[in-house]
């Protein structure tokens, strides 16, 4: 079966640093979302992205969040200056939007601001 | 969104069928009803998704109740592996963009 990967599978910074969590979507998928989890919640919506734009996004998803699909394949959510509360797991997922399609998700990337 | 209603958790035995039952009052005509689940320490995993019909696949069945206010996801055999949270989440099959909105979902238990 077709997968989502994602890169790092974790990534640790400092606060205040810039940084970019890295999806490879299925190749013939359309839409793409960012998803995020903080320990012990539930699963949050971010952002969904496409034909190289946002097409929408949640009220979590601030000036400090941007996504980007820099190549045609990679998809990329920045955090440009990080807060200890961004510490989290974040999931991308992607869809080919036929009727009654689904969205599949990737393993995910922990990241911890310190 | 169409709100879902799942027990907070529940428990099975192993080798035991479970049903977990998700009622969806709100529903409209478009709207198909997944369900993911989370292992522990993973990212959501595709279960089953149907739209009016019941559903099999080779991980569970769905039961869709004729109205369609209500459905089951029934594990015909629980293992230890299917220890998670499930979610049962609508989504409407019209509009290609829509998210998936995760609500708390039911955290089952299997018992060895």
């Known amino acids: 079966e077709p997968e989502v990967t994602q890169t790092p599978s974790h990534q640790v910074t400092q606060m205040g640093q810039e940084v970019i969590l890295r999806c490879v979507p299925i190749?013939?998928?359309?839409?793409f979302y960012w998803y995020r989890q903080i320990l012990g919640q539930k699963v949050e919506f971010l952002v969904s992205?496409?034909?190289?734009?946002?097409?929408?996004k949640s009220e979590i998803f601030d000036d400090q969040f941007s996504v980007e699909r820099p190549d045609g394949s990679n998809f990329t959510l920045k955090i440009r200056s990080t807060k200890l509360e961004d510490s989290a797991m974040y999931f991308c997922?992607?869809?080919?939007?036929?009727?009654?399609?689904?969205?599949?998700f990737g393993p995910g990337t922990r990241l911890t601001v310190l | 969104d169409a709100k879902t209603t799942q027990p907070n958790s529940m428990e099975s035995n192993e080798e035991e069928p479970v049903h977990l039952p998700c009622n969806h009052s709100?529903?409209?005509?478009?709207?198909?009803i997944h369900w993911y689940r989370q292992l522990p320490s993973q990212g959501p995993e595709y279960v089953i998704h149907?739209?009016?019909s019941n559903v099999n696949n080779r991980m569970a069945s769905l039961a869709i109740a004729e109205d369609r206010k209500s459905s089951t996801l029934i594990l015909h055999r629980a293992t230890l592996r299917d220890a998670a949270v499930y979610y049962c989440?609508?989504?409407?099959?019209?509009?290609?963009?829509?998210?998936?909105?995760f609500g708390k979902g039911t955290r089952l238990s299997v018992i060895a």
């Open positions: 149907g739209l009016t």
């Open positions: 190749s013939n998928h359309l839409y």
């Open positions: 997922a992607s869809i080919n939007p036929t009727g009654g399609s689904r969205p599949y």
């Open positions: 989440i609508l989504r409407r099959g019209s509009s290609g963009n829509t998210p998936l909105v």
């Open positions: 709100t529903i409209s005509g478009t709207d198909y």
């Open positions: 992205f496409y034909n190289n734009e946002i097409s929408e």
